[in-house]
């Protein structure tokens, strides 16, 4: 149980490490992990990495190859 508390930890510590915004390069929006995409089925706390490859951008639908990372 102890273990299992430990990897749970160092898990969450990487995720939030890893999240990085992503930025549509057609229309702009900005995809942020924190928020997720409730309206196209992406729960919040979902890294980039982790959205089914069938998302598309809510606002202009394109796919996610047309993203990229975006540095605030
Ligand atoms: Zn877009």
Do not use: H
């Given at each position: ?12 510590f990487?995720?939030?490490n ?15 992990p ?22 598309v ?16």
């Amino acid at each position: 149980m102890k273990l299992r508390k430990k990897l749970y930890l160092r898990i969450s510590f990487k995720t939030l490490n890893d999240m990085k915004k992503y930025i549509c390069a057609i229309c702009q929006y900005i995809y942020d992990p924190a928020k997720g995409d409730p309206e196209g089925g992406i729960a919040p706390g979902t890294a980039f990495e982790d959205i089914p490859d069938t998302w598309v951008c809510p606002v202009c639908g394109v796919g996610k190859e047309d993203f990229e990372p975006y540095n605030e």
